[in-house]
């Protein structure tokens, strides 16, 4: 540290000369603004140091040059020292005391190296020597880079170093196995360098050993000659020119022309911060600050154009890292800046920010009058900003913990970046920009398309009070459904088909949302989406996912029970559901995940306020189950005969639940399914719709009432299927009114469930009109006749065997394809190849009961996720 | 029953000519007030060339206004045009009727554009004057003319656009003259044309684009078109005489249903009509021409789409078959059967066929009914059936005597029941059933394992073998 300070300390004259060489292309009276006075220095200090770090950063650009010229990096050679000084320059900056000129710091820098060379040559340790001797060359030929003149001290050393060498290379002539072998290579190559800097140098060195002094006093006035006025901007030094400086400020700042020269500075600074960006060592946040001010004092449009342009992408460079999220106050500011430059851009039709413009001069200032057309296009991409700013709103809220009141503070937010979305919405709607117009919708679509109607109408409500509105807002479509509805329509004409995709899906989801279950259901078919989306990306398989769910969830709550079966079935035969919906990251059981893996996981995870409530959809799965399954189950008994388990996971739940041995009060969600699940087969229809009505999660349904009403009905039905099947061979009649007032149905709904079990052969008995009972046609089955009846179902089963073995051996060949059912055997062929196409992927082989679409669902993350492994491996 | 009429979601898919004799219906039934179908009758014939037509209707309207000046500047410019196309139509109509030229021309249209160019220096903007001077006929309503005229543009035109519409125009020519038979044909090949237009770009779009795609999409435009056929269809399919079970083969077809499912749910109701008037009764004896295995199932299948878009239309119709096959409740299949047959009566297409759908209906619910039920009261199944007790015991006796449920259903008239008693399916029967195929099945496969090689003959051995044996436990039991 004290070192630092005293070089600082030594080079001060040296540092004025840096400031002059940046004002050099300036006229002198330019250069004047810059010279401070306290009352202004607030403004001043800022503006003098950004010029300052304009000057640091050309000179690290010239660094990057320079070290692509040498194949050694820097940073290799002086690790240690670049990191210290970079803080300790940082605290200055921030302090606002002091700034060092690059010069100066170059300067401090090769007298350290300087330095260590002299300590290397006491110890003798000439691989250091060499070390240090590389990177001072490099800082010369750096120096050469911006044309400055070769430093004295520098020649002082390689004079030295000469002399020191040959008397080093002399000694080890005369006392041999003094020295190490690297050492002595060290050496050597110490030799080579020296003479070839003689050699480049050789004029400068003639010149300073003739007369040292004067060199050095050749070279300040070399360097003081191309700034006349020294001194004048630099405040830290706090000369007397500053009071001087300060009488004719006022003036000027006042007057016509300082509009120009600030204006004039602001490309300036907005060039040098905008070749700070990436560098290693720049401060994220003084940028910030700098680019700030200068938006203050930004006047003309185009100006302000820029300098938004810039603080935006600025700000969202403050946080580099992939895994945090920006603070939320820096968003909350790059939200209102977009607000700001979309503002501005929208009330200046003849300013247009585009991606691609022809090339023009960053340094001057642009008006619609200068420009060919009328219209000053400036580089830059509004677009992506919001994209951006939607995107970190997301990840903030993916790091935030949602049970937290930040959670709901930051939640507050969406507002805010909805009303940005339309309003950006409105600005390429008035610029018919096509492109980024589907983007922006489909950010908007995506802020609500989940949403119920009341939580819309608050986003909605921000836009209504905007100065500019889109063409499509709740207000002119009249309802939630109009506006999405119009939104999806847009999206539909645009030519990109994943926007078309997802605008589908949104569309369909909402439709589910609002359980309007055969819309959504129709729109799905006909998409024809669930053939095409394992092409999808990652977010887009996830999104299908949620939809299918929710349209589940819909057919649910609508009072479809086998719709909604069939649909969860699938993802909840995968055992995977927290993974397939981007709600959790699954436990594997077998199988560790690598740690970027798990980033990608969860990356893709959803915010919490969007999630789908796993066990409110488990719930819906494990009734309609047990209202499918259970009747099922008992028609099997009565039958003998083992048909397919329709629901998987079900049943190894009963089957669980069977194997326990004692039965305590229901707990979870899952005892109470059981427990209702036995009572109905047992017939307890009432016990069973109590422990159904108990669940707690129903209350997390909007229509939680109206669904325990609609799942007593079922109960009540599918109670008395379960009866019939289960009771039937102890019955000869049944008397329907006994029937109807066991499970408390009007007696026509019996009539009409017995008369659909007759019909469909469910049930072998008819109806007796007169005396209003049900006469069962038992028939009794001897021991020989049903074994007569198991053999022929095992040979026919054998039969199909053979020839699906022969279709396995011959392959397609058509052997036999003229059978009748040639049909049925492609489709067999189709199946061995989808399992055989299951059993590659590395976990197929735990899931095999899921086919079709269940497939579907495990390939969807299963084949993501398989590749990601592939190539950790 | 207003709110049951189709006319009005009928309409705006038909021809302006073809909704002539639906609104002349109109005026029949009455559902609505006379004068106000008299306006809009007036309407639609203003749009046409159909001059003395809209004026008789003006007067009828408006009998103390004077006829609009319009009317007679349209006659006199409608009068030049006719003979301008009329000679424009005659030059080519000259040329293709010379015998010598009938012959000449051939299958390939290109070659005959070329000979009648050669020729006899006809070109393609002459040909189109045979379709433009059709067409004019059409719209003052000489379709007998416009269909011949169509016909030959059809013959020698090679623009597709321009065939198809004068697929369409020859298509109405014929419904509006009553030529069912031609019309019949015209119909077929007409929907071989919309089926076969665009076969490419279906499957493209299906794997691709996957939404509701821009309105330039061909497959949009061909739903429209099926749409209209549907439409159009119903005139020939209620008036042919093997229209009904042509229509079923039609519509029940998958493209065919999908479109009606997408854009005009409303002709469920023909489908469901249609269903049940071809379904068997014991006094339509006309199985002489055999029935396809579509229509021999319609009643279910029907069943099923009805179900499934029960969300989307339902009507009397439609309601009969839901409450009679998948809710099973007689009740209100009786009451809805009650409503259907007005529906029935009032509907232009199904009018005529009000005694066989009645007849047919009755079948459906009295063969279900017997299904289920092992003994029934007469009285309550003629209630049922909408029948007076005295007649509809002779109904029913009447249905016992001539189908198969003849065998197993016996009156008691002392008590006034029918007994059904219909003995379960014996054991062996279903062993019969189970190992029928397998034989063959076996042969199929020694055949294949034959011709592939000697390699897989064992799996061939063992599987015989097996079959062999089954067959004794079948026939001791």
């Not at chain 1, 500075?265 to 560098?279: D, M, P, Y």
């Not at chain 1, 087969?681 to 009403?709: N, T």
């Not at chain 2, 939404?211 to 078109?225: E, F, G, R, W, Y």
Request: aromatic share 8%.
């Amino acid at each position: 540290m004290s070192r630092f300070f005293k070089q600082a300390g030594d080079s001060d004259s040296d540092s004025d000369e840096s400031e002059e060489l940046m004002s050099s292309g300036d006229e002198a009276p330019q250069a004047k603004p810059s010279g401070s006075k306290p009352a202004m220095s607030r403004f001043l200090r800022t503006a003098g140091s950004d010029s300052d770090s304009s000057d640091s950063d050309s000179d690290s650009d010239e660094d990057s040059d320079s070290d692509s010229d040498i194949p050694k990096p820097k940073k290799t050679g002086l690790p240690l020292r670049s990191d210290s000084e970079e803080s300790e320059s940082e605290e200055e900056d921030r302090q606002g005391i002091r700034i060092i000129s690059a010069q100066e710091r170059r300067l401090a820098e090769m007298e350290g190296t300087g330095k260590a060379i002299e300590n290397g040559l006491k110890i003798n340790d000439w691989v250091s020597i060499s070390n240090e001797f590389d990177k001072l060359a490099r800082m010369i030929q750096r120096q050469h880079n911006v044309s400055e003149p070769i430093p004295p001290f520098y020649l002082k050393t390689l004079i030295s170093l000469e002399t020191s060498v040959a008397s080093a290379i002399a000694k080890e002539k005369e006392a041999k196995k003094k020295m190490n072998a690297t050492n002595a290579k060290a050496l050597n190559s110490m030799k080579q360098k020296v003479r070839k800097a003689f050699r480049e140098h050789a004029e400068d060195i003639v010149k300073y050993q003739a007369d040292p002094e004067k060199f050095e006093r050749e070279y300040t006035a070399l360097i003081t000659r191309d700034a006349p006025t020294t001194g004048a901007a630099k405040t830290t030094n706090g000369d007397a020119i500053d009071v001087d400086g300060n009488e004719d400020f006022r003036p000027v700042g006042r007057g016509g022309r300082s509009v120009a020269l600030t204006a004039e500075g602001i490309f300036k600074s907005l060039k040098s911060v905008q070749e700070a960006r990436g560098k290693k060592n720049t401060d994220r946040g003084e940028q910030i600050r700098i680019l700030e001010k200068l938006l203050e004092l930004a006047t003309t449009t185009y100006q302000r154009i820029r300098v938004l342009l810039a603080l935006i992408s600025s700000r969202f460079d403050y946080n580099s890292s992939a895994s945090s999220y920006m603070p939320t106050e820096l968003w909350i500011s790059a939200q209102n800046e977009v607000d700001q430059l979309v503002a501005v851009v929208a009330s200046n039709p003849a300013y247009i920010v585009q991606e691609l413009t022809e090339d023009y001069d960053e340094l001057v200032e642009r008006s619609p009058a200068t420009e060919k057309d009328g219209i000053v296009r400036i580089r830059g991409s509004i677009i992506s900003f919001i994209d951006r700013l939607d995107d970190e709103f997301t990840k903030s809220l993916q790091n935030i913990d949602p049970h937290g009141t930040e959670y709901v503070d930051r939640l507050k937010d969406e507002k805010t970046l909805y009303s940005t979305v339309c309003r950006a919405q409105a600005f390429y709607e008035q610029t018919k920009q096509d492109d980024p117009l589907s983007r922006v919708v489909m950010r908007r679509l995506e802020h609500i398309y989940s949403k119920p109607d009341a939580v819309v109408q608050a986003l909605e409500s921000s836009t209504e009070s905007a100065d500019i509105k889109p063409s499509i807002t709740l207000a002119s479509k009249g309802s939630t459904t109009g506006l999405i509805h119009s939104l999806c329509v847009h999206l539909y004409r645009t030519g990109n088909s994943l926007h078309r995709t997802r605008a589908m899906l949104s569309h369909i989801y909402h439709y589910a949302l609002i359980n309007d279950f055969h819309t959504a259901r129709d729109m799905l078919l006909m998409s024809h989406l669930q053939e095409s989306i394992h092409s999808a990306d990652v977010a887009t398989q996830i999104l299908y996912n949620r939809t299918v769910v929710q349209l589940g969830l819909s057919a649910f709550r609508s009072g479809m029970i086998k719709e909604a079966q069939s649909t969860l079935l699938d993802i909840f035969t995968t055992q995977r559901v927290k993974e397939l919906l981007a709600q959790g990251v699954h436990q594997q059981r077998y199988q560790v995940l690598t740690p970027e893996q798990e980033k990608a996981e969860k990356q893709r995870q959803l915010p919490f306020h969007m999630h789908i409530n796993t066990e409110l959809l488990e719930a819906a799965f494990l009734v309609s189950s047990m209202l499918v399954e259970i009747p099922l189950l008992a028609s099997i008994d009565s039958e003998e005969l083992k048909r397919k388990a329709i629901s998987k996971p079900f049943r190894r739940l009963l089957d669980f639940a069977d194997r326990q041995v004692f039965t305590g009060p229901p707990e979870s969600t899952r005892d109470h399914i059981m427990q209702a699940s036995k009572a109905l087969q047992d017939g307890e229809w009432e016990r069973c719709r109590d422990l159904v009505q108990s669940i707690k999660i129903w209350s997390l349904m909007p229509e939680a009432a109206s669904v325990k009403e609609m799942l007593a009905k079922r109960i009540q039905e599918q109670g008395l299927r379960t009866y019939l099947f289960t009771y039937a061979p102890h019955y000869n009649t049944l008397s329907l009114s006994l029937l109807a007032q066991t499970f408390s149905l009007p007696l026509r709904s019996v009539t009409s469930i017995v008369s659909k079990m007759i019909w469909s052969e469910e049930l072998a008995a008819s109806l007796d009109q007169s005396s209003g009972c049900i006469v069962f046609h038992r028939m009794e089955v001897t021991r020989q006749q049903q074994l007569a009846l198991i053999i022929a179902e095992k040979v026919s089963a054998m039969a199909e065997q053979n020839e699906k073995a022969l279709d396995a051996k011959l392959g397609t060949s058509g052997g036999w394809g003229d059978r009748a059912d040639g049909k049925t055997g492609e489709k067999r062929g189709e199946q061995v190849q989808e399992r055989r196409g299951r059993g590659d992927r590395t976990r197929g082989g735990s899931r095999g009961g899921a086919r079709g679409r269940g497939a579907r669902f495990a390939q969807g993350l299963g084949n993501q996720m398989g590749h990601t492994s592939q190539r950790a491996g | 029953m207003a709110e049951y009429d189709l006319s009005k979601t009928l309409i705006p898919y038909l021809d302006r000519h073809l909704s002539f004799p639906l609104l002349a219906h109109l005026v029949e039934t009455g559902v609505f007030p006379a004068d106000e179908v008299q306006v809009a009758q007036y309407e639609l014939a203003k749009g046409t060339n159909m001059f003395d037509y809209a004026v008789s209707l003006f007067q009828q309207i408006y009998p103390n206004q004077e006829v609009p000046k319009e009317f007679e500047e349209k006659r006199v410019n409608a009068v030049s045009t006719h003979e301008r196309l009329e000679h424009e139509a005659q030059a080519v109509l000259d040329v293709i009727t010379i015998p010598d030229v009938a012959q000449a021309l051939r299958q390939d249209k290109n070659q005959n554009l070329q000979y009648l160019k050669d020729n006899f220096n006809l070109t393609l903007e002459q040909i189109t004057a045979l379709y433009n001077f059709g067409k004019f006929q059409y719209s003052y309503g000489n379709y007998s003319g416009a269909a011949d005229y169509l016909y030959h543009f059809r013959v020698l035109s090679t623009d597709p656009d321009l065939t198809i519409s004068a697929h369409w125009g020859k298509l109405a020519s014929d419904i509006l003259t009553g030529k069912w038979e031609v019309a019949l044909e015209e119909l077929n090949s007409l929907r071989e044309a919309i089926d076969s237009r665009t076969p490419a770009p279906f499957a493209s779009v299906s794997s691709s684009a996957n939404n509701n795609t821009p309105a330039v999409d061909p497959a949009l435009s061909q739903l429209h078109s099926r749409t209209w056929l549907v439409h159009w269809s119903l005139f020939v399919y209620f008036n042919h005489d093997q229209g009904r079970a042509l229509l079923l083969e039609t519509f029940l077809s998958p493209a065919y249903l999908n479109t009606i499912q997408t854009s005009c749910p409303w002709i469920l109701r023909y489908v469901a009509a249609a269903a049940i008037i071809t379904s068997p009764t014991p006094t339509s004896k006309s199985s002489s021409v055999p029935q396809s295995s579509r229509v021999k199932n319609a009643v279910r299948e029907v069943v099923k789409v009805i179900q499934m878009e029960n969300y989307q239309y339902e009507d009397p119709v439609t309601a009969f078959l839901m409450q009679l096959h998948v809710e099973f409740d007689f009740e209100s299949a009786q009451k809805e059967l009650q409503k259907a047959e007005k529906v029935v009566l009032d509907d232009f297409f199904l009018g005529q066929f009000h005694d066989e759908f009645l007849e047919s209906a009755r079948c459906l619910v009295s063969e279900a009914y017997c299904r289920i039920h092992q003994r029934i009261d007469i009285g309550d199944l003629s209630d049922r059936l909408n029948l007076p007790r005295a007649e509809g015991e002779k109904w029913i006796v009447n249905l016992i005597r001539e189908t198969r449920m003849g065998q197993d259903a016996k009156i008691d008239l002392e008590k006034n029941l029918i007994q059904i008693s219909r003995p379960p399916q014996p054991v062996y029967q279903s062993v019969i059933e189970k190992t029928r195929g397998l034989a063959i099945r076996t042969q199929a496969l020694g055949a294949a394992i034959a011709r592939s090689g000697a390699a897989a003959a064992q799996a061939n051995v063992s599987t015989s073998v097996q079959v062999q044996s089954v067959e004794p436990v079948a026939a001791v039991v």
